[in-house]
């Protein structure tokens, strides 16, 4: 390493020198650590989400009266400032013991710089098992992965196999959430969710005939992706197919999106154009969740975390009706199920001198034990498998919607499959071309289809 | 007399018009901190239906105000003062003296101004770790006054051209020294120019949160906006606590203010009139 | 004192200070001239030659903030920005023809509202500290509080559509609000920056008009010169250079600006209020944490060197004007 590191050195020691400046009087943060794995040591962590800073901290609590080994948990928020702060302590040694990160992506970015120690020898089957099954191998670097980088990229210097992270927290996207209420109120059961992509169109037809103003779908379509991510992804794979869905990504687009295939997927998506809820370009993720609360929406698109963040809302969950994003009935797949993704996950760092107290921390708060304790005051699901308790940890509404991550393997949607995608891959591109089919109405199905793989085209290119 | 009437009328039309729409969003944020969780939610109305003060007490009393206050009050001071030292002796000489470099130099800081700011953060913490100050509040201070040199280099070196030669001539003439001419004449004459500085200099220093947070770990050296922001960033949002924490955190810039605006008066005509 | 002239006073920096006489009073000053200096320079030395230098390298080089080593790619990452790469050349332009927009209308506006708000608060006796302190607001303002205030207002049911509605000009309404359509959101945003951006602009005219002597102008009519000639003869000329930070300070604000769009629109709807200043932040933050800072960086020094162009004819332009 340290050729810029050393040059650092130099440059900043003369120019010290050279001004006089003796600047060195007011010490640095001082945080030397015993070097043994023992009771009574402290352990340092960083997360970026702060509902999970509360609810580690009371994991931490109880961690500490069995182990004696104390967690001091740090918030750093928001995304960008967490970020920059664990780029800061990597070049200037600083790193806590552990890092909460984003799954499946953030943790192996920085463990291939060598900012995480590999846990591929100590996360064993045991500790797999506990797990949800579709998040088990979140965190490790598949040869897949290492495969459709670029040639630069620090990726291609892991071994494949190599663990950086345990999920820690799951969740699985595209859930609809209807108003009962409105529902009813437009001549519609409010016990039977819509079987087909074309029944939710029709409901959503009825709510907004009924009340035009309120009786809409929301979508915090500030952040373009979550109509691509949430509502046409799932859609499109029960339409198409896992294969088919996936060519729509691939390289040289002979099936892309501009395909007939591809531009009937675009078709059915942008069929939602009439129903929008007024101005849901211009509403974050939770405002729009926060409308829908309200009621000025009849139906909002979220992820399994959205129940308890509309129950804090005011509306609790016994007055909406849940289902995942319905498949339309010519599609391949009849029924949908979400398989659920691990959205955050567990790191040690390599520069730890505490790695056995790190360790057992890790095993401690992915137990379902110690997931139990973080679940019931966060709002998301772990990704340990409650198994028997969920029910009693989670709330029985949160647990329910478990039952959507169970379905036949080939009809379900995983989220977390990425390994199909540009390698470059940047969704707020796609996202913003989806806006302007619907619901701004700028573009076709057809001239939305061309965009789409000129989009995937041009990232594809810019990673030769 | 009735035409410069219906002027000055019109004037205070036009004024206070622009005052409403300059002060409409901050109303809404002292509104906001007088809120209730569900009140805000709800959105709408500008003048609190059920006003409360337990919103502002609650977050007052979680923040560890008197400490993150003097924190803030360290930072920010500093900053100020060396903002005020360093750059009013250098734009004095840019203003008046005569040296080799002087142009060139000038023009340098005042470059400085468009220096894309998002990529300097991390070598900011590299350097600041090889001197030794990284997570110290000199380390804040050092950057933040080295950021404000293109602004108030640019705007004090105009403001110390515009006071009339004659009067350093004559200083010169009754045989004072540059330093005792920049003292006694240029400061006391540019006094609204330093207030702005003073001003534009501890707005956003009291409110910096991105350096402070990257190079800030112990909590006993936290400035009010990190307090603030560990009470507010919760996964659901609280907007009347974030609005009450705004309004913690801005009060005493207005003070602040407040206090200068009494300096804030023509330096030229108190300068010869005194 | 009261004979004063302008002509005297306006010593800027190109014209060069008289020379001091004898060749050691030369040298005096000389030294005395750097002694002056020195601080700054002393603390530019330390605090920004490392950090603006090794920012620049990075524009040369792929990093993803956290391995030990750059890899040093020469001057792809302006080649890929200005047309070579496929997905970030069009992306690039796109912001780019955003960014001129608001690079022209911000700092034009701002001037257009600040100057006459800063002459007719100087010129009034009653409320003018008052009306100062008002005016001074939106500076301190925070980020989120305006958002709302501004939304509330913006949205489709918000009072600026129930006004136009309530005056019969309902065409003028938007029902997907004025940041959701697409052609009304950039001139929204552009007008939010404004208000943003006339307190210190109107803090700076201010404390410019303050430096004026009263009795100057006092003269100047009871010689019998109008207002409007007073106003162009003493008070302008004054107040150009003022004039010329402000805008100065609109256009570093157009090029690195981004808190305001990443807070009302996040470069939405669908892309349309995309600027340079977002971008350089996604490209550091948020593309999957790819090795993309020293495409952020040489995006920043495309803009540093776009603003010194643009200085430059500003200042000719300025000089002219007078």
């Given at each position: 390493m340290t050729a810029a590191r050393k040059r650092t050195r130099i440059l900043a020691v003369a120019v010290t020198l050279a001004v006089g400046l003796t600047a060195a009087a007011c010490g640095g943060s001082g945080d030397e650590k015993a070097g043994t794995p023992a009771a009574g040591q402290t352990l340092k962590m960083w997360t970026f989400k702060r509902s999970h800073a509360d609810a580690l901290n009371k994991a931490a609590a109880q961690f500490k009266s069995e182990t004696g080994i104390a967690v001091t948990i740090e918030a750093v928020t928001p995304d960008d400032v967490f970020v920059s702060k664990v780029q800061g302590a990597a070049q200037?040694?600083?790193?806590?013991?552990?890092?909460?990160?984003?799954?499946?992506?953030?943790?192996?970015?920085?463990?291939?710089?060598?900012?995480?120690?590999?846990?591929?020898?100590?996360?064993?089957?045991?500790?797999?098992?506990?797990?949800?099954?579709?998040?088990?191998?979140?965190?490790?670097?598949?040869?897949?992965?290492?495969?459709?980088?670029?040639?630069?990229?620090?990726?291609?210097?892991?071994?494949?196999?190599?663990?950086?992270?345990?999920?820690?927290?799951?969740?699985?996207?595209?859930?609809?959430?209807?108003?009962?209420?409105?529902?009813?109120?437009?001549g519609l059961s409010a016990d039977t969710p819509p079987k087909t992509w074309e029944e939710f169109l029709d409901a959503l037809k009825a709510t907004t005939a009924k009340d035009p103003q309120q009786g809409g779908l929301s979508?915090?379509?500030?952040?373009?992706?979550?109509?691509?991510?949430?509502?046409?992804?799932?859609?499109?794979?029960?339409?198409?197919?896992?294969?088919?869905?996936?060519?729509?990504?691939?390289?040289?687009?002979?099936?892309?999106?501009?395909?007939?295939?591809?531009?009937?997927?675009?078709?059915?998506?942008?069929?939602?154009?009439?129903?929008?809820?007024?101005?849901?370009?211009?509403?974050?993720?939770?405002?729009?969740?926060?409308?829908?609360?309200?009621?000025?929406?009849?139906?909002?698109?979220?992820?399994?975390?959205?129940?308890?963040?509309?129950?804090?809302?005011?509306?609790?969950?016994?007055?909406?009706?849940?289902?995942?994003?319905?498949?339309?009935?010519?599609?391949?797949?009849?029924?949908?199920?979400?398989?659920?993704?691990?959205?955050?996950?567990?790191?040690?760092?390599?520069?730890?001198?505490?790695?056995?107290?790190?360790?057992?921390?890790?095993?401690?708060?992915?137990?379902?034990?110690?997931?139990?304790?973080?679940a019931k005051s966060s709002l998301d699901l772990p990704a340990t498998d409650l198994g028997a308790e969920a029910e009693s940890l989670l709330g029985a509404d949160l647990a329910a919607l478990q039952k959507y991550f169970t379905g036949a393997p080939e009809s379900a949607y995983d989220a977390a499959d990425v390994t199909f995608f540009p390698s470059d891959y940047d969704q707020v591109k796609p996202g913003d071309v989806m806006v302007r089919l619907t619901p701004l109405k700028e573009a076709t199905p057809e001239q939305t289809g061309t965009e789409m793989d000129k989009v995937m085209g041009a990232m594809w290119k810019s990673t030769q | 007399m009735s035409r410069s009437r219906a002027a000055r009328i019109a004037a205070y039309v036009a004024l206070a018009v622009y005052a409403a729409i300059s002060v409409y969003p901050f109303l809404w944020m002292v509104s906001g901190a007088f809120k209730s969780r569900t009140e805000i939610l709800q959105g709408g109305h500008l003048i609190p239906q059920h006003p409360t003060l337990d919103t502002l007490v609650d977050t007052w009393s979680r923040l560890n105000f008197v400490q993150y206050f003097g924190n803030s009050?360290?930072?920010?001071?500093?900053?100020?003062?060396?903002?005020?030292?360093?750059?009013?002796?250098?734009?004095?000489?840019?203003?008046?003296?005569?040296?080799?470099?002087?142009k060139v130099l000038f023009w340098f800081f005042v470059s400085l101004l468009f220096v894309p700011g998002i990529t300097v953060l991390l070598p900011v913490v590299i350097l600041e770790k090889e001197l030794g100050v990284l997570g110290t509040h000199l380390g804040l201070v050092l950057p933040f006054i080295n950021g404000t040199a293109p602004l108030t280099v640019l705007l004090l070196t105009n403001s110390y051209s515009s006071i009339p030669r004659e009067m350093r001539e004559a200083a010169r003439a009754d045989g004072a020294g540059e330093p005792r001419i920049f003292w006694s004449i240029y400061l006391p004459l540019a006094r609204p120019a330093h207030i702005t500085i003073a001003v534009l200099t501890a707005v956003p220093t009291w409110n910096e949160y991105v350096l402070t947070r990257v190079s800030i770990s112990d909590a006993s050296l936290y400035t009010l906006p990190l307090g603030l922001e560990s009470l507010i960033s919760s996964e659901v949002p609280r907007y009347n606590e974030v609005m009450a924490a705004s309004l913690i955190l801005v009060l005493p810039v207005i003070a602040l203010f407040l206090f200068l605006q009494r300096y804030f008066v023509n330096g030229l005509v108190g300068a010869i009139k005194g | 004192m009261t004979t004063l002239t302008?002509?005297?006073?306006?010593?800027?920096?190109?014209?060069?200070?008289?020379?001091?006489?004898?060749?050691?009073?030369?040298?005096?000053?000389?030294?005395?001239?750097?002694?002056?200096?020195?601080?700054?320079?002393?603390?530019?030395?330390?605090?920004?030659?490392?950090?603006?230098?090794?920012?620049?390298?990075?524009?040369?080089?792929?990093?993803?903030?956290?391995?030990?080593?750059?890899?040093?790619?020469?001057?792809q990452n302006y080649k890929d920005l200005l047309y070579a790469d496929p997905s970030l050349a069009p992306e690039m332009r796109r912001a780019a023809w955003n960014t001129l927009q608001v690079m022209i209308a911000v700092p034009a506006l701002t001037v257009a509202i600040a100057l006459p708000l800063a002459v007719t608060l100087n010129s009034i006796?009653?409320?003018?500290?008052?009306?100062?302190?008002?005016?001074?607001?939106?500076?301190?303002?925070?980020?989120?509080?305006?958002?709302?205030?501004?939304?509330?207002?913006?949205?489709?049911?918000?009072?600026?559509?129930l006004l136009l509605r309530a005056l019969g000009l309902g065409s003028l309404s938007q029902p997907q609000g004025f940041l959701g359509n697409p052609s009304t959101a950039l001139p929204t945003l552009i007008l939010i920056l404004v208000w943003s951006s006339v307190p210190v602009a109107t803090l700076l005219y201010l404390s410019g008009l303050q430096a004026i002597d009263p009795n100057m102008i006092e003269a100047a009519q009871i010689d019998g010169a109008a207002p409007r000639h007073v106003l162009r003869r003493i008070i302008w000329p004054l107040l150009r250079p003022i004039t010329?930070?402000?805008?100065?300070?609109?256009?570093?604000?157009?090029?690195?600006?981004?808190?305001?769009?990443?807070?009302?629109?996040?470069?939405?709807?669908?892309?349309?209020?995309?600027?340079?200043?977002?971008?350089?932040?996604?490209?550091?933050?948020?593309?999957?944490?790819?090795?993309?800072?020293?495409?952020?960086?040489?995006?920043?020094?495309?803009?540093?060197?776009?603003?010194?162009?643009?200085?430059?004819?500003?200042?000719?332009?300025?000089?002219?004007?007078?």
């Open positions: 200037t040694n600083g790193l806590p013991d552990v890092l909460e990160l984003h799954a499946g992506g953030e943790d192996l970015e920085m463990g291939a710089s060598g900012l995480l120690s590999d846990l591929s020898a100590d996360v064993n089957d045991a500790w797999k098992q506990r797990l949800l099954p579709t998040t088990r191998e979140t965190g490790v670097m598949t040869q897949q992965r290492i495969d459709i980088v670029a040639n630069d990229s620090p990726f291609k210097q892991v071994k494949p196999g190599t663990r950086f992270s345990v999920p820690f927290t799951a969740g699985a996207f595209g859930i609809v959430y209807a108003n009962k209420e409105k529902l009813k109120a437009a979508l915090g379509l500030k952040t373009s992706q979550t109509g691509f991510n949430w509502v046409y992804q799932p859609m499109a794979h029960s339409y198409l197919g896992k294969e088919k869905f996936q060519a729509l990504f691939a390289k040289g687009a002979a099936q892309g999106f501009g395909s007939p295939d591809g531009v009937k997927s675009l078709e059915l998506y942008s069929r939602l154009t009439p129903y929008w809820m007024p101005g849901t370009t211009t509403l974050g993720i939770d405002e729009a969740d926060i409308a829908f609360a309200q009621g000025k929406s009849a139906f909002d698109v979220g992820g399994t975390f959205t129940l308890a963040f509309l129950a804090q809302n005011g509306l609790s969950p016994d007055k909406v009706l849940t289902f995942p994003i319905p498949p339309p009935a010519e599609g391949q797949n009849k029924e949908i199920s979400m398989s659920p993704l691990a959205l955050t996950s567990l790191g040690i760092t390599s520069t730890t001198k505490n790695r056995e107290a790190a360790l057992k921390w890790l095993d401690w708060v992915t137990s379902p034990k110690g997931a139990g304790v973080v | 009050l360290i930072v920010t001071g500093s900053t100020v003062i060396g903002v005020l030292v360093v750059y009013s002796l250098a734009s004095y000489a840019f203003a008046v003296l005569n040296f080799p470099g002087r | 302008v002509k005297d006073r306006a010593g800027r920096l190109r014209e060069e200070p008289p020379r001091g006489g004898r060749p050691r009073g030369r040298w005096k000053e000389i030294l005395t001239g750097w002694a002056f200096v020195l601080p700054a320079v002393a603390l530019f030395l330390v605090m920004g030659l490392y950090t603006i230098g090794s920012g620049f390298a990075l524009s040369f080089a792929k990093w993803n903030g956290f391995t030990p080593e750059w890899l040093w790619v020469g001057i006796r009653r409320l003018r500290s008052l009306l100062r302190s008002v005016y001074f607001l939106p500076y301190v303002t925070s980020g989120i509080a305006v958002y709302y205030a501004w939304r509330y207002v913006l949205e489709p049911e918000g009072s600026v559509n010329a930070a402000i805008v100065l300070l609109g256009v570093r604000d157009a090029l690195h600006g981004f808190q305001i769009f990443l807070i009302m629109t996040g470069g939405g709807p669908g892309g349309h209020t995309d600027v340079l200043g977002l971008m350089t932040y996604r490209l550091s933050f948020f593309k999957g944490l790819a090795q993309t800072l020293g495409v952020a960086s040489a995006l920043g020094w495309l803009l540093f060197a776009a603003a010194l162009l643009l200085t430059l004819v500003n200042a000719r332009m300025l000089r002219r004007i007078r």
